[in-house]
């Protein structure tokens, strides 16, 4: 039976054409069809995408059957747990390094796929409701000229339905562009020379800035992190101008405990994985900055209120009968897109209740609950007399 | 040449009587033995440990092949995370519950085997050093009579190799009895006549706070807890006590905070798992005990700083060209038994260096420093400039 829907799907895809252009063998592409790790999804624009890494093509990779084409995956950027000597010596074959603004948001591939945008999400999914804000933010203007290109960017805004952020002054939602790749190699290009291509289409790039001298770079982006202040921007990503080097990012405490605010209020749904690397970030920053006492006792205040004060609200609101969820909205000119998106959420095993859209001026705006089914199970069952096993 | 090893391993154990007397099939056996789940250990006296839990025989439990004897493991205690109604719904079929101190140590069960005494860990194995002091503080006496029981209970105190605490004005190490249960069953003895038998030996019993109405035990047990005030103790063992129903555990922020502050001093050897259920515990009892603002407020602060500050103190002191290491120490009369605990620890893969033997009154101090490998390797690779993946 899994056999049959295998070679159903190997009917679809031209093997030995993805064979080539991303030097697998063809055994590879076969085997992890089979295995699902090549997952046939249906959609807006039918694909096959990269569950996770195989032979060096990056999970998030997507190969489009009809018009057939790829669209290389958004490559993992590693981070810095210390400024010193970590971007040096990273970067040491460069002279400068260029630090750009990493945005709370979430991460966007913007392509032409046959004569349609195609807005794709870090795991490689057609998002309808990103696809269509693409269309309005971007335009098909820049790839008429560049078809072989892929626009990544940040998605920011509060009327995201993935990460709703109202710490950048954005009244709806925006597209903030920090990287133009190749589509089929993923090959990116230089960082002037792609923050000037974007201001020639009119789009907007994130903010740069500088370029710093290599070995000073860690004290300009101290700077450039203790200047947010108490605010919530996320972080800066350190790329090598010429885009040889892999990028790095380095993120502010403020953020991180916001992470771990956020997180903690779905404790059960997150929990594990999600909390060790986080605690580890505040650590070697408060070294690495030579933090006072009274600087570190704030940290720790911070750090533990983040964790502890959110999860004690869910208790708290689950033993009033209240529920575990989060509301965020998208704002649509077209109902269908509300109706593809919320079968898109539906494909990605996300249990959301769309509520009654409302009109606005130029459209709909649809609130969205998202359950968290996992951390009000087992709050309930605490509370309820269950014992932890 | 594995199944070589294997089938010479059989011929140690008499597999028929195993399985007649655990009540397991043959086969789950010699399978077990296979997958080194049922697992040889060459040692003061050689026997076979169970790894795991396996058809309801619990991890830890010992089968010795000559003398042929069993000794069952320690059953796991499940924990409750809120007091009410977590202890009325688990002990529903009681009337009164028994509420005992739970100790900071590690647990060990002494039994006779064959003619001598073993003091076993709780996860299976003869602890050479434990051995020498069950000899000490028990001696055989209680075993001429009670050949087929063994008692359970917290090896505490400053000499000990494990956890070793100054909390409970202990010179050197005590045994205190939690529990006396059959060798061969595991069946345990309930509560008051368990503590009669350990003071017609002149033996020592944990605390016993009282027994409580089981409606009223959750009000009870908040008293004791929060009479512990800033001192370390670690909770209590609430039971049954005709001891039909398992036992529950409940313990003190304060004891949850030092295990933080002790595992994130060497935080990439414990790390991940350790954390989690240490944070739901801390927001499950600020819940139930209905906990202020201000007190909500010290709660966050001392969690934050005992995550944050030890493991700041170790980056900072491996910065400095320090180790990361635990120093421990035991006391010993002949300094044979410290030789075969340096045995026995490097059997456990413990990487530890034992000092030169300080003679005292009566005996020996050894002074033992353990290494954290993994943290002072991740520690240092981070200071070097190395990323996080």
Redesign the interface.
Known sequence: MRRDVSSELLEKLDVEKVSELLDIPEHRITGAIQRKTLQYVRGKQDLFRFDKTISGIEAGTCIFPEPFDIVRGFP?I?????L???????FSSCENVAVEEKMNGYNVRVALVGDELAGLTRGGFVCPYTTDKASELIGQDFFFEHPNLVLCGEMVGPDSPYVPKSIYDIESLEFFIFDIREKLTGKPMPVMKRRELVDEYGLRSVKLFGEYDVEKAHIEIEGVIKGFGRSLNEGVVIKDPEMVITP?KYTSSMSNCADLRYA?EF?NDY???F???R??R???Q??EWNETEEE??E???????S???P??ET??NK?NGGNVTETVQIRVKDLKTAQEFEEHLRLLGVNAVFEEPEMTGNGYLVRIQKKYHSTSDKTES????????
Chains 1, 2 share one sequence.
């Open positions: 993992k590693p981070r810095a747990l210390m010193y000597p970590g971007v040096a010596s990273h790095v903690f404790y929990g594990r994985d909390f060790f690397p605690v580890c505040e650590a070697f408060a070294v570190l006792e940290r720790c205040r911070m750090f533990g209120e964790i502890l004060l999860m004690i208790i708290r033993k605490i509370l309820n007399g269950d014992l932890w096993a």
